[in-house]
């Protein structure tokens, strides 16, 4: 198991469009495995993409198990090379990233997508994801064009201090 660093603003490979995997190979699977392995080992995180470990190339990996706002699950999802086909029906809900951590903000994103990408197979995969889902997917493909979401919010007011939980608190204690 390798769990990688996140990395956090201002880092530039989070600015910059990532390269194309192109063939999926052992180092394309590896890197596969230290984002899910980073992913689970992060609390309360639903995906992670490639440039957030400091590897810029365009693959992520999300899961929404479990999540209340979650109505479409895949699972564990590993896409490489992803493309959006579909973007529907947009709605402004609230986003957070483990490389903005002190900051959430109000994103609009489609509820409704269609997403085409590599397996680490190498079999071109088709998704079809709604709600939370479909937000998560679209958060990692930004990541993978060198955006944050704080470059989507909608309004400079529209940026807000992350909550502190109590088991945080309790950790600083």
Do not use: N
Not at 5 to 22: F, N
Not at 43 to 49: D, E, K, N, S
Not at 70 to 77: D, P, T, W
Request: glycine share 6%; hydrophobic share 45%; aromatic share 2%.
């Amino acid at each position: 198991m390798v769990v990688r660093p996140v990395l956090r603003l201002p880092e530039p490979v989070l600015k910059r469009r990532a390269e194309p995997v192109l063939r999926v190979d052992d180092a394309a699977r590896a890197l596969a495995l230290d984002l899910v392995d980073t992913m689970r080992a992060s609390p309360a995180c639903v995906g992670l993409a490639a440039p957030q470990i400091g590897v810029s190339l365009r693959a992520f990996v999300i899961d929404v198990s479990g999540h209340r706002k979650a109505r479409s699950c895949h699972g564990e999802v590993v896409l490489l090379d992803p493309e959006v086909l579909v973007a529907q029906d947009p709605v402004h809900g609230r986003e957070g990233c483990m490389s903005v951590p002190d900051l959430t903000g109000e994103v609009a994103r489609a509820t409704t997508l269609v997403v085409r990408g590599l397996t680490l197979e190498g079999e071109e995969r088709v998704l079809r994801v709604d709600a939370f889902e479909a937000r998560a997917v679209q958060h990692e493909i930004d990541h993978l064009d060198g955006l944050l979401f704080l470059d989507r919010v909608s309004s400079a007011d529209a940026v807000f201090r992350r909550k502190v939980y109590r088991q945080e608190r309790r950790l600083r204690e």
